[in-house]
Nanobody, 120 residues
């Protein structure tokens, strides 16, 4: 069992930057960020699979960076060059199984989400 608590969401203008954080009680093999806008399916943003290099969704690659601070038990998502279409609820997710990827169904544990709003 793991508890995930997101923080750091807010409002920002297009072109700006924002970092969201996810505090976790136990590190798991797969640690990821997803997002979901109203009326849309949940979308994979970035994932750490074990000790490997992170992977990113096509829509955020080159603009977003996932990182982990093990000492603080915190997962981060640094977002830059933000666009209005990045407006979503951002969720932290984790799973102990080595399947990972950017499919929501691969993750058992979810945080409550933090809202990010990008205005034009």
């Amino acid at each position: 069992q793991v508890q995930l608590v997101e923080s750091g969401g807010g409002s920002v203008q297009a072109g700006g930057s924002l970092t969201v954080a996810c505090g976790y009680t136990s590190s798991m093999y797969c640690m990821a960020w997803f997002r979901q806008a109203p009326g849309k399916e949940r979308e994979g943003v970035a994932v750490y699979a074990g000790a490997g290099s992170p992977s990113y969704g096509a829509s955020v690659k080159g603009r977003f960076t996932i990182s982990k601070d093990r000492a603080k038990s915190t997962l981060y998502l640094q977002m830059s060059s933000l666009k209005p279409e990045d407006t979503s609820m951002y969720y932290c997710a984790a799973d102990p199984r080595p399947i990972c990827g950017l499919l929501p169904g691969n993750y058992r544990y979810w945080g409550q989400g933090t809202q990010v709003t990008v205005s034009s």
